[in-house]
């Protein structure tokens, strides 16, 4: 095969007239030569941290979808079904993401629970990891999101970080807020890449002691603007990732729409593509081809360097992708899964209380960090019940691995008037999480949550929308497009019933998710992640 283009030579810095000739998926040649053709040839693009679980959609549903935005191959932490299913969860999405010709790139997930305050489906202890280091399939150590055990030196933890050593591969991390020595016993671990930086300043500091830093942009976390400004400067060692990422929003684009916006910025296009394309590559040593002869037929074709609409992608010299339509064929998959409860009843989440102040989950938008505040309480019959006039909602988190009490808190900035919203998609442990205007609209939820074994719903009334996510309660067994209509119609639905957040669903997903201060709520209590440690619902 033989394709003629504009050539984007990143590294070198250079744009030319050329032609590449594919032979058995490698390229064997690139020549200068005149034409008229002026498509640009440039390397695929890479997200360099995402959770493909966070999609909803399974490896090889994921793959359609993303060649459409030439996307050649991801970094994927699969802990959220390592949480769910344990190693047997990592084995499957490797398995599955074998069979397209997306390069899917598996982690070994470091934090199985990500903590011991709370419930999940499964560990993997240092043993686990070392077993899973040691497979070709395996190609870094995921992101260390317990930084506290780093910090005290716990045993477990530094065993996890020495197999990744032994085998030479790379540690990433995830240490948000971290500032001064912490972050520097962090770095001197072995952890050589952060994604969570959500100021220019801490980018800039760990940058400055040698990490790499990873621009996110997702469906909830967003980080972009508060970065970009790092690239020119830091190009060699930024990258850009979604981490989390919707399937209605994989549907619109993915890296490609980063490139564009940095390019908008007035940002060297050289520079931008680094980030997106090369400096993954590098780093964690992937088997992805960079425009080279004798490397991998890995490629997209784009109209230009400005908006980066995508024509074609190459993957091994095959063409998975043009103008919109995904030649990434459906490949069937079995739906395991680990749910075990039975229905609830509105009484399981009535919560009694006295005192004139309760602490609140303050979300906000944009960001997985949230605030406590303070706020006065609602009683009624000696019940906490939520303030709807002052958006003091209440929340809950179900177990559903056993039948247990659920756990109890309350969240302001959800904005709902009427209805509930739950999902069984709740970082890390993947418990069903749950916030409501009444007990009634809750429990309501929260059933039809464990009906499916799985899912995302709105509720209000007798009128529900539900998503069901049968495989390991975080995944569709429907193709993309399926799944982001419905997922879209059910984020429609919370925001009828009165959410004012871009992504409400998204946003949900991270209330539990203790390692990301400061208050949270897991299914054994609400937790301040600035202490580590529970505190109580009544401020005394």
Request: net charge negative.
């Amino acid at each position: 095969m033989q394709i003629q283009g504009q050539i984007v030579d990143i590294q070198n810095k250079r744009i030319y007239a050329g032609e590449i000739t594919v032979e058995n998926g490698k390229i064997i040649s690139i020549i200068e030569k005149n034409h008229e053709v002026k498509s640009y040839i440039m390397p695929g693009f890479i997200d360099s941290h995402i959770h493909i679980e966070s999609s909803m959609l399974v490896p090889s549903e994921f793959a359609k979808i993303a060649v459409l935005h030439g996307t050649v191959a991801t970094i994927s932490d699969p802990h959220e079904i390592a949480n769910v299913l344990g190693t047997a969860g990592v084995y499957y999405m490797i398995e599955n993401g074998k069979k397209v010709p997306l390069k899917f790139h598996f982690g070994a997930p470091s934090c199985v629970p990500a903590t011991t305050f709370e419930s999940a489906g499964a560990v993997i202890d240092s043993e686990g990891i070392k077993e899973l280091m040691a497979s070709p399939d395996i190609y870094y150590l995921a992101e260390m999101m317990n930084y506290p055990g780093v910090l005290f030196d716990d045993a477990e933890v530094l065993k996890k970080i020495e197999w990744a050593k032994h085998f030479n591969k790379p540690v990433d991390g995830h240490a948000p807020g971290l500032r001064g020595e912490p972050i520097k016993k962090y770095i001197s671990a072995g952890i050589t890449t952060d994604h969570e930086c959500f100021t220019f300043e801490e980018a800039e500091e760990k940058l400055s002691l040698g990490m790499k830093v990873l621009i996110r942009e997702g469906s909830a976390a967003k980080n972009f603007e508060a970065l970009i400004d790092l690239l020119p400067e830091n190009y060699e060692n930024m990258m850009f990732c979604s981490d989390d990422k919707h399937p209605d929003d994989l549907i619109v684009g993915h890296i490609n729409l980063l490139c564009a916006r940095a390019v908008a910025k007035g940002i060297d296009v050289f520079k931008v593509l680094q980030a997106a394309c090369i400096n993954p590559v590098n780093h964690y040593k992937m088997n992805v081809g960079l425009l080279k002869e004798n490397n991998a037929a890995d490629f997209i074709v784009v109209e230009d360097l400005v908006d980066f609409k995508v024509k074609q992608t190459y993957i091994n010299g095959k063409l998975v992708a043009q103008n919109g339509e995904s030649f990434v064929k459906h490949i069937s998959f079995e739906t395991p899964n680990n749910f075990n409860i039975t229905a609830k009843t509105v009484k399981d989440f009535a919560v009694s209380g006295s005192g004139l102040k309760i602490r609140v989950i303050e979300a906000l938008e944009g960001q997985l960090i949230t605030n406590e505040i303070h706020h006065k309480s609602l009683i009624v019959d000696g019940q906490l019940v939520s303030d709807i006039d002052n958006d003091i909602l209440k929340m809950a988190v179900v177990n559903r691995y056993e039948n247990t009490p659920p756990a109890i808190a309350f969240i302001k900035n959800f904005g709902l008037k009427k209805g509930a919203i739950a999902s069984s998609v709740a970082h890390d442990c993947h418990n069903i999480v749950v916030v409501g205007t009444s007990d009634a609209e809750i429990c309501n939820a929260v059933n039809r949550i464990i009906e499916n074994r799985g899912g995302v719903c709105a509720v209000n009334g007798s009128e529900n929308k539900m998503l069901a996510l049968p495989v390991a309660g975080i995944m569709s067994d429907k193709n993309g497009w399926e799944t982001g209509k419905l997922y879209q119609e059910i984020d429609a639905m919370a925001k009828h019933l009165g959410s004012n957040l871009k992504a409400p669903f998204m946003t949900l997903s991270f209330m539990a998710l203790l390692v990301i201060p400061d208050l949270k709520l897991s299914d054994k209590g609400l937790f301040s992640g600035n202490t580590f440690s529970f505190v109580d619902l009544e401020v005394i």
